[in-house]
């Protein structure tokens, strides 16, 4: 059989090279192929790090005898959901208003021209009570379509249109003012966990952009209330099984209400909104555990997820060998024989390690509800555990690049670089960047992902050109290269031709351009989940674009930024949890946004101190630019002087500026 998924770039769909079943990729082919033998599509959607999909794969896609079934009736396509984030949130959708639950592995049934008339996530490989094996549903769906095809296709058109609807309703505009932000706070206070943190039972994803969100409005408005659930859950989280105490980095969710026992594929995305959000809580508080989780999720994410060509890997897998947290488990006599009698059993009283376990099998995941009184013992302790699981079976790794992710890692390392001195994280960000522009970006236009070097064919979607610019206007901040500004508006730019409604007008986008492969639904999502949603990355950008650009592109940025907020303001108050990061820029700018340009000679000792209290202490969505006055290429710093010869800083609020700050104390107070 020729293996058509053996040149893929998706780790993913190599993962499926090898099976009996006959695969094809996403594209026209397949389809033509289905029209041309007319039998349905099975579209199977899933990624590389996902526990469930390799438990199918193992139970029916290596099957020899359901693939001759799958190959005689079906034409079958895979598609990995992160390098296809448009075909996975069509589907979804269509699984959810079929069924009212949907996930991965997705399993759909298609007509030949890809409408869906059947939906479902995991199937087994035999029946089981209540749910059908999957050949099972296979012989349904074929015979459903050799005996009433005609009805199958109308129905599936109806659902189709139906589908088409409901989820390109576009959200009512509404203003996200101080009294929604306040109120947002109210209701998710209403779920708020105050004995566990987070929001909502098990089970629990880490709430990234809620909590950036809450630390912005805690610092605007000084609310206890806002900054108590963050810091809560922040504590809860970076002490449960949920984060990896050995290595750092956290895992996807925790299936529990506590953090204790997580689901353990670590993705790029979650860490870097997490690094985002404990450095600036440890900013902000000094917070002694904040600052150790921010030093050791960096060091995870430009340790284990960078790649050879610079960028950062997309996740590490929830097995090794095929079981679920292998690489991750631990018993008491396990710790005693690493460690020997004494330490194994102060490590398992502090680990929360006993017989009866937390997880399966007897064995735990370690948590660390308390830091340890012996901070020497602790270090000499985590070496040898950590050294020992290194020689344990270790998760596959999804080195496939995705841009969205790599920007939101950008950003997030910039960020945090640039306020504790990380030099070395700047760096790691600049190189992931420079990547991204040299393989990622083809004719001016962006591509989803790539591996080894190698760009794939997906199209950029929203999300990949937001959250990119957004991670090269951070490094324009940090390093003060006119070089990532530039590139930065360009993709803006590209951005508002490709994606904004035409209809609807600036603020309202699309989630894949304008030529894009044509799908069902071209959709309109404005709902935050485990990533921004392209059009509240798309706003982030444009407001701190508007503020950092030239004046003949500040004024277009900053006017598409606020009709975005606009557009989503009633979801956002409606579903505030699903919605941080779209608060967040309100945050942001309800402020102005605040903008501080400081200028000073090159390694003027003012310029170094000035700038060092602005990132140090300026809240979150703040927009920093160090360097020179009248530097070329760095508009914030134009018609900015210094004052009497000496280093300043000018904070701005919008279009109104203070005076000048020609000290730390000054500028300290301007920041209160």
């Not at 479902?120 to 074929?142: D, N, V």
């Not at 026992?261 to 902000?284: C, I, Q, S, T």
């Not at 927009?623 to 900015?640: F, K, T």
Request: with cysteine; hydrophobic share 40%.
């Amino acid at each position: 059989m020729f293996n058509r998924l053996s040149k893929a770039t998706s780790p993913y769909l190599l993962q499926h090279a090898t099976n009996p079943i006959d695969w094809w990729e996403w594209g026209p082919d397949a389809f033509a192929e289905a029209q041309r033998r007319n039998v349905p599509i099975l579209l199977s959607v899933g990624y590389a790090a996902c526990h469930w999909c390799h438990v199918m794969a193992h139970e029916s896609f290596t099957d020899t005898e359901t693939a001759a079934q799958v190959n005689a009736e079906f034409i079958a396509i895979k598609v990995d959901r992160e390098e296809r984030p448009d075909v996975d949130a069509t589907y979804l959708a269509a699984t959810r208003a079929m069924t009212g639950s949907a996930g991965w592995p997705l399993t759909c049934v298609l007509a030949p021209t890809g409408e869906p008339f059947h939906c479902g996530t995991y199937y087994p490989k035999e029946p089981r009570p209540g749910q059908p094996g999957f050949r099972q549903m296979l012989s349904a769906a074929t015979k459903a379509w050799q005996q009433n095809g005609v009805l199958v296709k109308q129905r599936a058109t109806q659902i189709a249109e139906s589908l088409a609807q409901d989820t390109n309703s576009l959200n009512s505009p509404a203003e996200l003012g101080h009294e929604a932000l306040a109120e947002a706070v109210e209701t998710l206070a209403k779920t708020f966990d105050s004995e566990l943190g987070g929001f909502g039972g098990a089970p629990k994803f880490p709430p990234s952009m809620v909590l950036e969100f809450l630390l912005r409005h805690s610092e605007r408005t000084g609310s206890p209330q806002a900054l108590a659930m963050a810091e809560a859950t922040l504590e809860r989280m970076a002490r449960g099984g949920i984060y990896d105490q050995l290595r750092g980095g956290f895992s996807r969710y925790s299936v529990d209400a506590s953090w204790s026992v997580p689901h353990f594929e670590k993705m790029l995305y979650d860490n870097a909104l997490l690094l985002r959000a404990y450095a600036h809580l440890g900013r902000r508080s000094g917070s002694t555990l904040a600052n150790r989780i921010t030093v050791e999720v960096a060091e995870f994410i430009t340790t284990d997820l960078v790649t050879q060509e610079g960028g950062f890997a997309s996740a590490l897998d929830a097995d090794a060998n095929g079981v679920e947290g292998l690489t991750y488990a631990w018993t008491p006599a396990e710790l005693a024989e690493v460690l020997g009698a004494e330490d194994g059993g102060w490590s398992a009283e502090l680990f929360g390690v006993d017989e009866a376990g937390n997880f399966e099998a007897g064995a735990s995941v370690l948590q660390l509800q308390k830091d340890p009184d012996d901070s020497t013992r602790w270090r000499h302790v985590r070496a040898r555990l950590l050294d020992h699981r290194l020689q344990r079976p270790q998760p596959a790794v999804d080195d496939k690049i995705v841009t969205a992710w790599n920007g939101l890692a950008i950003s997030a390392l910039a960020e945090a670089g640039a306020a504790e001195g990380r030099a070395d994280w700047i760096a790691a960000a600049e190189r992931a960047a420079d990547l991204i522009l040299a393989v990622h970006l083809v004719d001016g236009r962006l591509r989803r992902s790539s591996r080894d070097g190698v760009v794939g064919s997906a199209s950029g979607v929203l999300e990949d050109y937001a959250c990119f610019a957004e991670g090269l206007l951070a490094l324009h901040q940090a390093t003060g290269q006119p070089r990532w500004l530039k590139s930065a508006t360009n993709l803006l730019e590209t951005a508002l031709t490709r994606f904004t409604d035409p209809v609807e007008g600036p603020g309202n986008y699309f989630d894949t351009a304008d030529d894009s492969d044509p799908l069902l639904l071209r959709r309109h999502d404005s709902t935050d989940g485990a990533t921004p949603a392209g059009a509240s990355a798309m706003a982030s950008a444009l407001l701190t674009a508007s503020v950092l650009s030239e004046v003949n592109l500040s004024a277009r940025f900053a006017e598409a930024a606020h009709a975005a907020i606009l557009s989503a303001g009633t979801h956002s108050r409606q579903q505030p949890r699903f919605a941080g990061n779209w608060l967040a820029v309100a945050e942001a700018a309800v402020r102005g946004p605040l903008q501080i340009a400081v200028v000073g000679d090159d390694n003027d000792a003012g310029l170094i101190e000035l700038t060092q209290v602005a990132r140090r202490t300026a809240p979150g969505g703040t927009v920093i630019i160090a360097g020179r006055p009248d530097a070329d290429g760095v508009p914030l710093l134009a018609s900015r002087p210094l004052v009497s010869e000496s280093a300043a800083a000018y904070v701005c609020r919008g279009y109104v500026c203070d005076r000048p700050s020609v000290s730390a104390h000054e500028l300290q107070l301007a920041l209160t």
